[in-house]
């Protein structure tokens, strides 16, 4: 099979151009205060910050004037100045004094992008402003509920969005990449159900192990056989889902008793198309009210996501370095969701480019 395959250009890849109408977390909620945060997100770069009733407010962070970045400004009520020539900004955008001139061009306007803050996080959405759908939004409800213990970790990742919900979909990977930290051997040869309904895009599998430290030491199932169900679903581009659902063999569980269940949304915000700001928040139902086992099980999947991110740094390098010498990538069955995954996104763009 050549690049020129017409089924592999249906494909979406590092080259693809982002989607813009779709919502993307762009901050953890406690990040926006009343002090300027800049971040590049979605090929933009944006300031953030709360106005004076609290709202999160989101604007274009580079200066109509000569592109200096407003986060190195300072904010004037529900306003912000810029820390150079000093134009000051309302909070929609327009620019509202010039020092040393009285009339302001009309058009003299910052973006300001429409923003839902829900739960520990805040939303952006990059389309076009009156396309802002929140029913849209993919929030899952347990994200942040009060009856879901949750801990939040983040790191900054030098690949393409599309690898990353690709290495989420199949979770084959666990038992090669993450063999001390996630991963058991029996993972890689588990049969796998695809559940792919239009967009809905699901993998699970269940295998019997001695569960990884990650979840035997909060349930303190350490050396005990135990069933592991594991599903990972695409949602969104900004939103992956990965659901753990553990049964001890060795002990009966009670009619009445849920078990032991773990949902980790994966917040996947492209700064460009080649990098990603990577967010992740575990939410569990078991060992609850236990800020020793939140930092546990954080520091545990930062080490495991750690192994991720480099993998996907070293692809990324392969393709970067050597893009030239012919070669074609072949897929195996556990590709299925992420190839069904990356037609999705490619789609996607191709009706975006109309
Ligand atoms: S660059 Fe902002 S006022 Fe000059
Ligand atoms: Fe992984």
Same mark, same amino acid.
């Given at each position: 099979?050549? %690049?020129?395959?017409?089924?592999?250009?249906?494909?979406? *890849?590092?080259?693809?151009?982002?989607?813009?109408?779709?919502?993307? =977390?762009?901050?953890?909620? *406690?990040?926006?205060?009343?002090?300027?945060?800049?971040?590049? =997100?979605?090929?933009?770069?944006?300031?953030?910050?709360?106005?004076? %009733?609290?709202?999160?407010?989101?604007?274009?962070?580079?200066?109509?004037?000569?592109?200096?970045?407003?986060?190195?400004?300072?904010?004037?009520? %529900?306003?912000?100045?810029?820390?150079?020539?000093?134009?000051?900004? &309302?909070?929609?955008?327009?620019?509202?004094?010039?020092?040393?001139?009285?009339? +302001?061009?009309?058009?003299?306007?910052?973006? &300001?992008?429409?923003?839902?803050?829900?739960?520990?996080?805040?939303?952006?959405?990059?389309?076009?402003? *009156?396309?802002?759908?929140?029913?849209?939004?993919?929030?899952?409800?347990? /994200?942040?509920a009060p009856d879901w213990d949750?801990?939040?970790?983040?790191?900054? +990742?030098?690949?393409?969005?599309?690898?990353?919900?690709?290495?989420? /979909?199949?979770?084959?990977?666990?038992?090669?990449?993450?063999?001390?930290?996630?991963?058991?051997?029996?993972?890689?040869?588990?049969?796998?159900?695809?559940?792919?309904?239009?967009?809905?895009?699901?993998?699970?599998?269940?295998?019997?192990?001695? /569960?990884?430290? +990650?979840?035997?030491?909060?349930?303190?199932?350490?050396?005990?056989?135990?069933?592991?169900?594991?599903?990972?679903?695409?949602?969104?581009?900004?939103?992956?889902?990965?659901?753990?659902?553990?049964?001890?063999?060795?002990?009966?569980?009670?009619?009445?008793?849920?078990?032991?269940?773990?949902?980790?949304?994966?917040? +996947?915000?492209?700064? %460009?198309?080649?990098?990603?700001?990577?967010?992740?928040?575990?939410?569990?139902?078991?060992?609850?009210?236990?800020?020793?086992?939140?930092?546990?099980?954080?520091?545990?999947?930062i080490k495991a996501f750690t192994?991720?991110?480099?993998?996907?740094?070293?692809?990324?390098?392969?393709?970067?370095? *050597?893009?030239?010498?012919?070669?074609?990538?072949?897929?195996?069955?556990?590709?299925?969701?992420?190839?069904?995954?990356?037609?999705?996104?490619?789609? /996607?763009?191709?009706?975006?480019?109309?």
């Amino acid at each position: 099979m050549s %690049d020129q395959d017409p089924a592999r250009a249906q494909l979406a *890849d590092a080259t693809t151009p982002l989607i813009r109408n779709a919502w993307y =977390v762009v901050a953890r909620a *406690d990040e926006i205060t009343r002090a300027p945060l800049g971040r590049d =997100v979605m090929e933009t770069s944006l300031v953030l910050y709360r106005g004076e %009733d609290g709202a999160p407010v989101a604007l274009q962070n580079r200066c109509c004037h000569r592109s200096f970045p407003l986060a190195h400004g300072s904010l004037e009520g %529900d306003g912000i100045r810029c820390g150079y020539h000093g134009l000051l900004y &309302a909070r929609d955008g327009r620019c509202i004094e010039i020092p040393m001139q009285d009339k +302001i061009p009309p058009h003299l306007c910052l973006r &300001a992008y429409p923003l839902v803050e829900r739960g520990p996080f805040v939303w952006a959405w990059f389309g076009a402003a *009156d396309a802002a759908d929140e029913d849209l939004l993919p929030h899952p409800a347990w /994200l942040g509920a009060p009856d879901w213990d949750i801990y939040i970790g983040y790191l900054l +990742i030098n690949a393409s969005y599309v690898h990353m919900h690709e290495n989420l /979909l199949d979770l084959s990977h666990l038992s090669f990449l993450h063999p001390k930290t996630f991963g058991t051997p029996e993972y890689a040869r588990a049969p796998v159900e695809l559940a792919i309904k239009g967009t809905d895009i699901q993998v699970w599998r269940r295998v019997e192990c001695q /569960l990884p430290d +990650i979840y035997a030491v909060p349930l303190q199932w350490q050396g005990c056989r135990a069933e592991r169900s594991s599903g990972s679903q695409f949602v969104a581009p900004g939103l992956h889902v990965n659901t753990g659902i553990l049964r001890n063999l060795e002990r009966a569980a009670t009619a009445d008793e849920a078990l032991p269940t773990i949902r980790v949304a994966q917040l +996947i915000t492209p700064i %460009d198309r080649t990098h990603l700001h990577y967010w992740f928040a575990g939410c569990r139902n078991f060992a609850r009210g236990r800020p020793d086992i939140d930092d546990f099980m954080r520091s545990a999947q930062i080490k495991a996501f750690t192994e991720d991110q480099f993998a996907m740094e070293e692809i990324a390098r392969m393709q970067r370095v *050597d893009g030239h010498t012919p070669h074609t990538e072949m897929h195996i069955p556990t590709d299925a969701a992420g190839l069904a995954m990356r037609r999705h996104l490619r789609a /996607l763009a191709a009706r975006e480019a109309l």
